[in-house]
């Protein structure tokens, strides 16, 4: 499933009436049966349903939803928010239609008083305002109306394609529909997966309109929802007769006497997740510490200067399928050693934590290795390794994040909620899994441990990637489903519960 932005999304429409010969008329026909028919599952026939109309065709769309949802005998009032005369094209079609159709509607100018005073009485208000087109500060009375619905505290709320008063591309919001659920049109706004914009969109659910998949791909960028259905086609499978070998040989090279827990956190999720064998790279002084914690991995305890490494590190990297560096290591000269070190090492490596913090100084390493790199940065690393602030590095998540792993030829997994992984080809995959359980000390070292896992398993990077941070996810969703709440899930349950996940997406599980 592809995300779009608005323009993105006015080429779509325009190349399926033009090239294909699907006519706009048409569009909105399919447009509101769809939602219309998604509505009648959501609610009965006995709420009492107002469509608020505006201008364009997200108000033609409310036509069609009203009309469909009359002839199925549902209490509907339409109530028209521009002036008639302002109501052209398509919409204005979609409009004699429903007049034709036997059914009347209300007007708001000139009835104010009357609208204010039936709002609160609806059970169910869908949001037919403004469409994907809204740009900059709303006008009266779009912005008063937006204002009274969200004070209807009783109504269940229906956005038809965006929330309106959403910039489509997501953005800065000043005011705009809270919508208990969306309905979108065809394809996933990238407003929907980023922040604020996405919290006002309530539940998302995607209606098919029947455009052709060739108009989608043929006028839209490489953005996809990385779904369940995906991680199931390309989880891996291991024979019969596979042994820890071929299961991967897998390093991780982190901690320090400060923080000796992040490394142990990353190295239990990875045998967690299928890591054949691993070695744990850590200051000797915390050796005694970490071979107690666990005993499933092998060890190699490194020279310390006051708890940290001192930038010796005799490893023989061959031997490696894959490392991972970084989680705990601290920010002292010896780690920045070590990270210049493996970045010249003919192995695939995951870099977290402190490793990325290294990384800023060597940069140009980035472009001269061959082998894959996979940089795990939340916002506040990434706006260290771009020279950014977190706040532009959230305001332009997809399209920052894109160019960093093309210009350096990496994989970026840029973390957060819809955390975005983008390859060195500029195709990018939003996780859609996930809660506030994860906002919790740890959860990006698991999510380490988790990658490296699958990297040595999954034949593809992106495959192997999109699977992890999927899984780190939806084991948050799982622990908060069955005992949990968003406040206690420590890092350690989420390792605990990892076989869980893995069970419930073979099938071989329900929760």
């Known amino acids: 499933m592809r995300i779009v932005t608005a323009a993105e999304m006015y080429d779509i429409d325009a190349y399926t009436v033009q090239k294909i010969g699907f006519s ?23 709420k009492k349903i107002s469509i608020l109309v505006g201008v364009g065709n997200n108000g033609g769309d409310g036509f069609v939803i009203g009309r469909i949802l009359k002839s199925f005998d549902f209490q509907v009032d339409i109530w028209v928010i521009p002036p008639k005369e302002k109501i052209k094209g398509i919409a204005k079609q979609a409009f004699e239609v429903y007049k034709r159709s036997g059914y009347d509607v209300h007007f708001y100018s000139q009835n104010e008083q009357h609208f204010n005073s039936l709002l ?141 827990g992040a490394v142990m956190l990353s190295a239990k999720s990875a045998l967690r997740s299928g890591a054949g064998l691993l070695t744990v790279a850590i200051p000797d002084v915390i050796h005694p510490v970490a071979a107690a914690h666990f005993l499933e991995a092998m060890y190699f305890p490194c020279p310390t200067e006051q708890g940290y490494f001192n930038g ?49 100084k060597m940069l140009p390493l980035l472009k001269n290795r061959d082998l894959v790199t996979i940089l795990t940065p939340h916002p506040g690393e990434m706006a260290h390794l771009t020279g950014l602030s977190i706040q532009e590095v959230e305001q332009n998540r997809f399209e920052l994040s894109k160019q960093f792993a093309m210009e350096y030829g990496v994989y970026l997994v840029l973390k957060g909620p819809f955390t ?72 350690t349950d989420i390792i605990e519960y990892i076989p869980k996940t893995l069970k419930v997406l073979q099938h071989k599980e329900s929760l």
């Open 24 to 46: 706009e008329d048409m569009l909105m026909e399919n447009a509101g049966q769809a939602i219309a028919s998604r509505v009648m599952k959501e609610i009965n026939d006995h």
């Open 120 to 260: 609160p009485n609806y059970d169910v208000i869908i949001d037919c305002l403004l469409g994907i087109g809204v740009k900059g500060t709303l006008r009266s009375p779009y912005k008063e109306i937006i204002k009274k619905v969200n004070a209807c505290k009783v109504a269940r709320v229906i956005s038809v394609d965006i929330p309106s008063g959403v910039s489509a591309d997501g953005g800065e919001v000043n005011e705009a529909i809270q919508a208990d659920l969306t309905v979108t049109i065809q394809a996933p706004k990238m407003g929907a997966y980023t922040y604020p914009s996405a919290s006002f969109y309530g539940e998302m659910i995607v209606a098919d309109i029947g455009i052709p998949p060739i108009a989608i791909e043929h006028c839209s960028q490489e953005r996809f929802v990385w779904t369940e259905k995906f991680v199931q086609k390309h989880f891996p499978t291991r024979p019969p007769n596979s042994h820890k070998g071929v299961n991967g040989k897998g390093m991780i090279i982190g901690g320090s006497q400060s923080m000796p």
């Open 312 to 360: 010796s590190l005799d490893i023989d990297f061959a031997r490696f399928d894959a490392i991972a560096i970084g989680p705990g290591m601290g920010r002292t000269q010896g780690g920045e050693v070590i990270v210049k070190n493996v970045l010249q090492q003919q192995v695939p490596i995951v870099i977290d934590a402190d490793a990325l913090y290294h990384l800023k």
């Open 420 to 491: 975005i992984v983008s390859t060195p080809e500029g195709k990018q995959y939003v996780n859609p899994t996930g809660n506030q359980a994860l906002a919790k000390g740890g959860s990006g070292d698991i999510l380490t441990g988790i990658i490296l896992a699958f990297l040595m398993q999954h034949g593809k990077t992106q495959t192997a990637i999109c699977n992890a941070v999927y899984v780190h996810g939806k084991t948050a969703e799982l622990l908060v489903q069955a005992k949990h709440t968003h406040l206690d899930v420590l890092a």
